[in-house]
Structure formats: structure tokens, C-alpha cells
T-cell receptor, first 112, second 112 residues
């Protein structure tokens, strides 16, 4: 089976650091994506990890541990515009008709 | 370059009516996808196409059909709409199957 877990909601303060976790249990694994989705808008691609370790891209970093079935998205120097949902998605080569399996998303609220 | 466009932006439809949601991309991507996004359920794949002339069923295909006559267009048809098809529909595309997906702006559909 396929299961991707993320916290439903998180709140953090402007200027702070927040870590959004994602755990997955899938038949296979061939990469993990993070997407950002502002309310009423489309998901936009943030990052992709296929090997263990940290990928840094400006204020955003994404970490992967394949042995633990775990990833996190780290957002630094939070800004109000970072208030959005963050979607974790796993590429499972054994998923048949579903190339990407999406988690339900974590809604992040950044407060002043 | 527009990327991916979807039409209409929103639609209210009477149950039993036929409706086609349009999706066009100008990135020459081979693969295209249709998702629906519902509160608490996340993104669910309806149908996909790995290349022009081929289509496949996703996780929730019942009540929907697609066609892929050329690379750019991937319309989604609801033959006889039902209220449970009320949702936000996103079209996406990727260079190849299971590559990074890029999403259109979405269509908000309400079936009464």
C-alpha cells in the first residue's frame, strides 16, 4: 500500500524557522517532491530529493532519509507570504497508475 | 510562454449535464495529468497520458473520460455530472512519466 503522512496544520512566527515533516510508506521509492500551494492557486514545485541528505535552495531546504522513509522541508526567515499549504509527494515506480503519490498537505500559517 | 492553461476558471453545472474541462500546454511535455483536489483528501489522480495517443486511468477515474489527440491538449469530460464531482480540478504536465509536474491554475466546478 501507499501512505504519506504530514501534519495537517502548523503555525509559526514571522522571521522564525519551521520544519514540516513527511513520512512515507510506499511499495517503491524513486524520489520525493515538495510543492507549495497558496490558497486558491495551483501547486508550484519547490524541491526534489532522490538521494539522502539536504538540498538547499535559498530560504528553503529539503532533507531525505530513505532508510527511515522520512523527509522534511525547512523554511528559514519566515515571511508572511510563506503562509500556504505544503505538499509532499513520492514517486513510486510500483504504483502502477499513480506516478506521484501526494500527501494531504500541511497548512502553514505565518503570524506576526 | 503561458505554460499550462485551463478553461473555464469556474463553472456551476446542473446534475446530469455534460461538461468538458479544457487543458492546454505549450511546453511540449509528453505527459499530462488530471487531478481533483478536495478538502481533507488532497490531490487525487483521475486520468493521465504518457504521450499523445495514449491515456490511462488514475486513482479515481469513474465518471470521467479523457482524450489526447495531440501533445498540447488534454480535455477532461464529465459525461453526466453528479454532485460528488464538485471539486477543484487541476491539469498538470511533465517532460516524461513521473518527472516533475507543473500545474495549471485549476477549474473550480460546482455540480448542483
Amino acid at each position: 500500500g501507499q501512505n504519506i503522512d504530514q501534519p495537517t496544520e502548523m503555525t509559526a512566527t514571522e522571521g522564525a524557522i519551521v520544519q514540516i515533516n513527511c513520512t512515507y510508506q510506499t511499495s517503491g521509492f524513486n524520489g520525493l517532491f515538495w510543492y507549495q500551494q497558496h490558497a486558491g492557486e495551483a501547486p508550484t514545485f519547490l524541491s526534489y530529493n532522490v538521494l539522502d541528505g539536504l538540498e538547499e535552495k535559498g530560504r528553503f531546504s529539503s532533507f531525505l532519509s530513505r532508510s527511515k522513509g522520512y523527509s522534511y522541508l525547512l523554511l528559514k526567515e519566515l515571511q508572511m507570504k510563506d503562509s500556504a499549504s505544503y505538499l509532499c509527494a513520492v514517486r513510486d515506480p510500483f504504483s502502477g497508475n499513480t506516478p506521484l503519490v501526494f500527501g494531504k498537505g500541511t497548512r502553514l500559517s505565518v503570524i506576526a | 510562454i503561458a505554460g499550462i492553461t485551463q478553461a473555464p476558471t469556474s463553472q456551476i453545472l446542473a446534475a446530469g449535464r455534460r461538461m468538458t474541462l479544457r487543458c492546454t500546454q505549450d511546453m511540449r511535455h509528453n505527459a499530462m495529468y488530471w487531478y481533483r483536489q478536495d478538502l481533507g483528501l488532497g490531490l487525487r489522480l483521475i486520468h493521465y497520458s504518457n504521450t499523445a495517443g495514449t491515456t490511462g486511468k488514475g486513482e479515481v477515474p469513474d465518471g470521467y473520460s479523457v482524450s489526447r489527440a495531440n501533445t498540447d491538449d488534454f480535455p477532461l469530460t464529465l459525461a453526466s455530472a453528479v454532485p460528488s464531482q464538485t471539486s477543484v480540478y487541476f491539469c498538470a504536465s511533465s517532460v516524461g512519466h513521473a518527472d516533475t509536474q507543473y500545474f495549471g491554475p485549476g477549474t473550480r466546478l460546482t455540480v448542483l
